[in-house]
């Protein structure tokens, strides 16, 4: 049986933020867990539908005790998404995945017994939150400029912004940014742009030889551009599910 | 004031070996007390193309670890006297250099020689990292073709992060060594050009070497190029590439194209 490979329509991978809440758990656990119970008594729900990500960076755990840690986080409806700061060690099978790069934020507010043992305390703190990712997102738009080629295996991750390059962009390296990239000089390598979900990001280069090129997820590689455009300067944007070129004069 | 070059490349079997041996030969033939350094542990070829391969007592291994001192180690060359070799182990691998130990090494040759050549291993880890470390120049040897091209940019991008002189936000003086160049492929697109490979690397060109039967002869005859016939093509080119390194002016040609025919030729320089 043969398949057939003509699709021309790609799949479309994004990237997106949300804010996890972080438990990090203080030994004795036992003492921790019961504080945690305290929490969860004055607030109902206050782990639900929530992100959350287990924090094991400061505290001695084993194996066995991180699998119970996440039985007995399980047991009062918490569920982990990712375990941060763990020995590669740690994990088994079946467990939640371990995480990488997290970017701190300001702490999450901890509803209090003044606050009311209601289920509004939890209602009040995710719209406490809700503006404050909206303030980060407004004030995160900006750019940065590297004035020197970037070299095989190198790779630029922007997610705040635009990307511009003065100099060449080498084949095997790369460029991700969360706004447009801008190359002052030759594209040979790859340039992701809009790539927390941004699909008026556009590309801009001096002369195309890219690898592979994408916007908000949309993908291209060397093989499906037009050879018309090798060679040229270029901008790229991205219209619907399709990667429009053009060249610039 | 010593000054520590590394030859290195990133792709192996390009002529890091050959140019080692025949800028440490140039250089101490102009009377400036020179050492080549294998950082190639368990793979070593140093020795065998400097002709000193029955000479080996110690080596890089026993001085990091303090079984030998290091003027027992170091192996003056029979035609040069102030050419010296530091040979690699052969038996054991790039695990046995440490930090520590090659800053050691270093410091100390440094307190007794003018150059201080490094022959990088082939590849990114251990062996060419510490290879590079304590480099003030790196003289990036590259074939044209787009592999080499490729792999050496990648080591620019690790001299540029990776080194002593990198981390405190300083520059190591990155310099291309083109060689096994043949004009007449190159015309024929069968080879990059020399401005192709320059435009994408685009660091200052200290030398072009053509490929010649004249390095394989040397090799085989354990003398650096320089010294085994000094007439010849690749030794005139490696020649001037060292006198271009102690900072002299030297006009580049391309070897295999007329000379004087195009004046671009002269002097050229990328970014």
């Known amino acids: 049986m043969t398949k057939v490979l003509t699709d021309t329509r790609s799949i479309r991978i994004k990237g997106r933020s949300f804010l996890a809440l972080v438990l990090s758990p203080e030994p004795p656990l036992d003492g921790w867990l019961a504080r945690l119970d305290d929490l969860a008594s004055r607030s109902a729900g206050f782990f639900l539908g929530r992100p959350v990500v287990l924090d094991v960076a400061d505290i001695e755990i084993d194996r066995a005790q991180l699998k119970n840690l996440i039985d007995e986080l399980g047991k009062r409806n918490v569920r982990i998404m990712g375990i941060e700061g763990g020995r590669p060690s740690l994990f088994e099978p079946g ?81 991700i940014a969360g706004g447009s990239v801008h190359i002052y000089g030759t594209l040979r390598g790859r340039a992701l742009a809009g790539s927390v979900g941004n699909s008026s990001a556009r590309i801009f280069c001096r002369r195309l030889e890219a690898e592979l090129l994408a916007i908000d997820g949309v993908y291209k590689t060397a093989e499906d551009m037009a050879p018309n455009l090798r060679g040229q300067a270029v901008q790229l944007w991205l219209e619907g599910d399709s990667i429009m070129a053009e060249r610039l004069n | 004031m010593a000054k520590v070059i590394v030859v290195t490349s990133g792709k192996g079997g390009v002529g890091k070996t050959t140019s080692t041996a025949a800028l440490g030969a140039a250089l101490a033939q102009r009377n400036e007390k020179t050492v080549v350094v294998d950082f190639d542990v368990g793979l070593r070829n140093l020795d065998l193309v400097m002709g000193a391969e029955r000479r080996v007592v110690y080596d890089l291994v026993n001085v990091i670890q303090g079984d030998a001192k290091l003027p027992q180690a170091l192996i003056r060359d029979k035609r040069l006297d102030t050419l010296f070799l530091l040979p690699a182990s052969q038996t054991r691998d790039k695990d046995a250099l440490t930090p520590e130990g090659v800053e050691r090494v270093m410091a100390e040759l440094k307190k007794h020689f003018d150059w201080v050549i490094c022959d990088s291993p082939a590849g990114i880890e251990r062996g060419a990292t510490l290879a590079m470390r304590h480099a003030d120049i790196a003289v990036i040897v590259t074939n044209p073709e787009v592999s080499s091209v490729r792999d050496s940019d990648r080591i620019i991008g690790l ?107 002269f002097g050229r320089r990328a970014a």
């Not at chain 1, 406490?128 to 990712?133: G, I, R, Y």
């Not at chain 2, 043949?182 to 401005?195: C, P, Q, S, Y």
């Not at chain 2, 007439?231 to 490696?238: G, I, Q, W």
């Open chain 1, 95 to 175: 467990m939640p995945p371990a995480m990488r790069g997290g970017r701190p934020a300001p702490d999450v507010e901890v509803p209090t017994l003044e606050a009311g043992a209601d289920a509004k305390a939890a209602g009040n703190n995710e719209a406490a939150a809700v503006p404050q990712l909206e303030q980060q997102s407004a004030r995160a738009i900006s750019s940065i400029v590297i004035r020197e080629p970037v070299r095989s295996g190198q790779s630029v991750i922007f997610p705040e912004g635009d990307v511009t390059v003065i100099g060449s962009v080498a084949s095997g390296a790369e460029i």
């Open chain 2, 159 to 265: 001299l540029d992060s990776k080194t002593e002189r990198a981390e405190r936000g300083d520059r190591v003086e990155k310099h291309l060594l083109l060689t096994r160049y043949d004009a007449a492929r190159a015309e024929r697109g069968d080879m990059l050009k020399v401005d192709d490979v320059l435009e994408i690397l685009s660091i200052p060109l200290i030398g072009i070497v053509p490929e010649s039967t004249d390095v394989l002869r040397a090799s085989n005859i354990g003398a650096p190029v320089t010294l085994a016939d000094s007439r010849s093509a690749p030794a005139l080119a490696y020649l001037d590439a060292a006198r271009r390194l102690t900072g002299e002016t030297v006009p580049m040609t391309i070897p295999g194209e007329k000379r004087g025919l195009f004046g671009k030729i």
